[in-house]
């Protein structure tokens, strides 16, 4: 099936930038989407958006007051998410997952099912 590497997490002051990016292999893409979820210390897993890959549409959570872009790169086979103006509160192991439409573009975890291992983000204050 197939695999995906998350890469691109750091330490970062706040008001900081960090791109992350995802890097699919084994797999095509097709109808299916790639979301970001990330998992903050001591709490749950949330969604952040997602994209479809056969047409580059997006599906952001709310609450990211347009802060965070996800787009893709066909060449590379890659899903990157743009984080701008990072606060503390975004501290959080991200990770990508590719999921079936239709629940996966709104974020349902169980319709994922492929995941990477996570990258670390830190924002310090």
């Known amino acids: 099936q197939v695999q995906l590497e998350e890469s691109g997490g750091g330490l970062v002051q706040a008001g900081g930038a960090l791109r992350l990016s995802c890097v699919a292999s084994g797999d095509t893409f097709r109808t299916f989407v790639l979301g970001w979820f990330r998992q903050p210390p001591g709490k749950e897993r949330e969604f952040l958006g997602a994209?479809?890959?056969?047409?580059?549409?997006?599906n952001y959570a709310d609450g990211l007051e347009g802060r965070f872009t996800i787009s893709r790169d066909n060449v590379k086979n890659t899903v990157d998410l743009q984080m701008n103006d990072l606060r503390p509160e975004d501290t959080a192991i991200y990770y990508c997952?590719?999921?079936?439409?239709?629940?996966?573009?709104?974020?349902?975890?169980?319709?994922?099912?492929?995941w990477g291992q996570g990258t670390q983000v830190t924002v310090s204050s």
């Open positions: 997952a590719r999921g079936k439409i239709p629940a996966a573009w709104i974020g349902t975890a169980s319709s994922y099912d492929s």
């Open positions: 994209i479809a890959w056969h047409n580059g549409n997006t």
